[in-house]
């Protein structure tokens, strides 16, 4: 870890998701070592730390950033750190014709703008949404998604809904994805296998995926390929449904040809709904 030189979105990948793994702080030439469990409670994520410092081999060393995510209901929460400080978190959903967002400030939680761009493609298409306690709503033509984010840049760093200075200032975008199949049973990060396996499922769901995929390499488009991002998916949460819970009583071939079976939805809520019934 000491040695990585992997770029920041290659390095996430290859750390895994829900796992513990290690938090390094580069300090005159020292690693200082965070060697720590995760813990929740009440939908919040705490560490149990364990501190070591060790000599610094190398010169060549980068500054190891730790993410995990968390979906809770229709939102994505990121537990973010870099040098103790919490991150600002955009979350998409990208339908057909729309795309709906939203800026987390992770340190409090506090949603910093949220918004629509509405009939995407069409000549009445607008985007609308709220920040710094004010709504607004502006007629302009987006022919696709790609032109959608721009316009959603210029909401979130110009004029009246300005909330950041420049993209550069997110850490990380999370997507909602309605359909995973049997292929996903987990919050992802992006990368190119991944986009081929939602694609590989629009069959499944051919109003929602498409979109999807659309908003991912949209997304990518305006924040580059650097800024990590996460995908979500609805079904993932009914994954571990048994057979006889998800077949149904139709010819198996249906299965075996298209596909056809119960995958569930809305995951994202029903496993806050569960959690938060755990807790009560």
């Known amino acids: 870890a000491s040695k990585c030189k992997l770029p ?7 750390l895994g998701l829900g ?3 290690e938090l390094c702080e580069i300090e005159n030439k020292k690693i200082n ?21 060790l000599n610094l081999p190398t010169d060549h060393t ?7 995510i968390i979906p809770f209901s229709f939102n994505i929460f990121f537990a973010f750190m870099q ?25 409090n939680e506090a949603v910093l703008a949220k918004g629509n761009c509405e009939k995407i493609g069409n000549e009445t298409s607008f985007i ?24 959603v840049k210029k909401a979130l760093t110009e004029g009246a809904s300005k909330v950041i200075d420049d993209l550069s200032e997110i850490s990380a975008v999370g997507h909602r994805v309605v359909q995973g199949g049997a292929l996903f049973k987990e919050s992802t990060l992006v990368t190119d296998e991944v986009i081929k396996g939602i694609e590989s499922l629009c069959d499944l769901a051919p109003l929602h995926n498409p979109a ?20 979500v998916f609805d079904n993932a949460f009914h994954s571990t449904m048994p057979a006889e819970a998800y077949m149904f009583p139709i010819p198996y071939e249906y ?5 056809i079976r119960r995958y569930g939805f809305h995951g994202t809520s029903h496993r806050f709904v569960s959690a938060r019934c755990a807790e009560v």
């Open 33 to 53: 070592n965070y060697h720590f469990e995760e813990q929740y409670n009440e939908n919040k994520i705490s560490f149990d730390y364990n501190i070591v410092s």
């Open 83 to 107: 040098g103790g400080k919490q991150m600002k978190i955009f979350v998409v959903n990208a339908g057909s014709s729309s795309l709906k967002y939203q800026l987390f400030d992770m340190e």
């Open 212 to 231: 999807h995929i659309q908003g991912i390499r949209a997304c990518v488009d305006v924040f580059g390929e650097n800024v990590p991002q996460v995908v």
């Open 128 to 151: 609308g949404g709220s920040a710094n306690g004010e709504k607004f709503e502006t007629p302009v033509f987006m022919a696709n998604h790609t032109e959608a984010f721009q316009q």
């Open 255 to 259: 299965y075996e040809k298209y596909a």
């Open 8 to 14: 920041l979105s290659e390095y996430l990948r290859k």
């Open 19 to 21: 796992k513990a793994v």
């Open 62 to 68: 980068e500054e190891i950033i730790f993410v995990n």
